[in-house]
């Protein structure tokens, strides 16, 4: 059982380069989204999708792109780095956009260090 | 902004309940109670959830006021494996912005 897979587990970017991070479940789940997470800090809502080709804002979209051409991946992108994107990465789904009685399915996680 | 207000932090003794307390005074009736936790810096873990009336499952209980708006989750023997930030958040139907809060970090005491 794969769950949600993010990778890399780690990265180290230089002001103003561009990387992608990666997110695939196996679970044929609708409902992707990306968080965020600064030191000490809660989860904030960076993009979300309720299914193949449908991407939407969360709380903190600025500075990322996403986008959803199949059910299985979801893709964040950082098209320009920037120190203050230096957070821990978490992608999730779950398996009914619908359903209020959908529990997320978290991934372990991307480190990403912008110097 | 998160639709619920917890603790910032609580303290429990090993082997005692851990009862872990989530306000939502603004909750509507197709709101679902979730809650899940985070340890150390792992990806956040599911607990349970519900819509109106009290659950238990192998990890943990779930106690839903009559109306609706607060939330107990009962840790019902606290172990130190226990010890993360419990986050309490309510998921409407049609709702798709899952907002999370700041959570509760549960420290347990030997």
């Known amino acids: 059982n794969a769950g949600v897979t993010q990778t890399p587990k780690f990265q180290v970017l230089k002001t103003g380069q561009s990387m992608t991070l990666q997110c695939a479940q196996d679970m044929n789940h609708e409902y992707m989204s990306w968080y965020r997470q600064d030191p000490g800090m809660g989860l904030r809502l960076i993009h979300y999708s309720v299914g193949a080709g449908i991407t939407d804002q969360g709380e903190v979209p600025n500075g990322y792109n996403v986008s959803r051409s199949t059910t299985e991946d979801f893709p964040l992108r950082l098209l320009s780095a920037a120190p203050s994107q230096t957070s821990v990465y978490f992608c999730?789904?779950?398996?009914?956009?619908?359903?209020?009685?959908?529990?997320?399915?978290f991934g372990n996680g991307t480190r990403l260090t912008v110097t | 902004d998160a639709k619920t207000t917890q603790p910032t932090s609580m303290d429990c003794a090993e082997g005692r309940a851990a009862n872990l307390p989530c306000n939502h005074s603004?909750?509507?009736?197709?709101?679902?109670v979730y809650w899940y936790r985070q340890i150390h810096s792992q990806g956040p873990q599911y607990i349970i959830h519900?819509?109106?009336n009290n659950e238990t499952n192998e990890m943990a209980s779930l106690i839903i006021t009559e109306d609706r708006k607060s939330s107990t989750l009962i840790l019902p023997h606290a172990t130190l494996r226990d010890t993360a930030v419990y986050y309490c958040i309510v998921r409407v139907s049609r709702d798709d912005k899952i907002i999370f809060g700041k959570g509760t970090r549960l420290h347990i005491l030997p």
């Open positions: 999730a789904s779950s398996p009914d956009r619908t359903g209020g009685n959908s529990p997320l399915h």
């Open positions: 519900g819509l109106k």
């Open positions: 603004t909750i509507s009736g197709n709101e679902y």
